[in-house]
């Protein structure tokens, strides 16, 4: 059973994910590193529409964190366009938070005043369903990195 405090709205449960641009021909070295740390590959999955990137997924220990590396399959992938903006290197490209219902997380940021980057939760990777808040999150706070909201999916 869920904690009651955690099904209140916007019904963050905890990171899910920090997700690492590399850039394209890096991702096996980059997979490679997070394994000798102790890391395990849990996904892999190229995940196309708006997207188009490569992501392999690595869990930490046995908890419910995770590391998302993603290498843009194109020139038109964000991803790519992130790591021209960021110099030609790769890094941080996004935090991912866990929720229990996107649906009402999505409303509820949205009715608070969020800048919601989607116009919908849409289909993630591994089944899950996600949006993402924009770097300059509202009016008076822009917390200046990409924040996805995932909710689980039913292969997670």
Not at 7 to 26: M, N, R, T, W
Not at 74 to 96: C, D, F, T, W
Not at 128 to 134: A, D, G, R
Request: glycine share 10%; charged share 25%.
């Amino acid at each position: 059973m869920m904690n009651a405090q955690l099904e209140q709205v916007p019904g963050f449960l905890f990171f899910d994910h920090v997700a690492i641009s590399v850039k394209p021909g890096e991702l096996e070295a980059h997979v490679n590193a997070y394994k000798t740390m102790g890391f395990r590959e849990m996904h892999r999955e190229d995940v196309l529409g708006t997207d188009q990137v490569r992501e392999v997924l690595l869990q930490i220990g046995n908890g419910p964190n995770l590391v998302q590396l993603i290498e843009p399959l194109n020139a038109e992938s964000p991803v790519a366009k992130q790591i021209e903006k960021n110099g030609g290197r790769g890094g941080l490209a996004h935090v991912a938070l866990r929720v229990a219902d996107i649906q009402k997380a999505f409303d509820y940021l949205k009715e608070n005043g969020f800048k919601l980057v989607d116009k919908a939760p849409r289909k993630g990777s591994r089944g899950t369903m996600v949006f993402f808040i924009h770097p300059k999150a509202t009016e008076a706070a822009a917390f200046g990195y990409l924040i996805e909201v995932v909710q689980e999916g039913d292969h997670a």
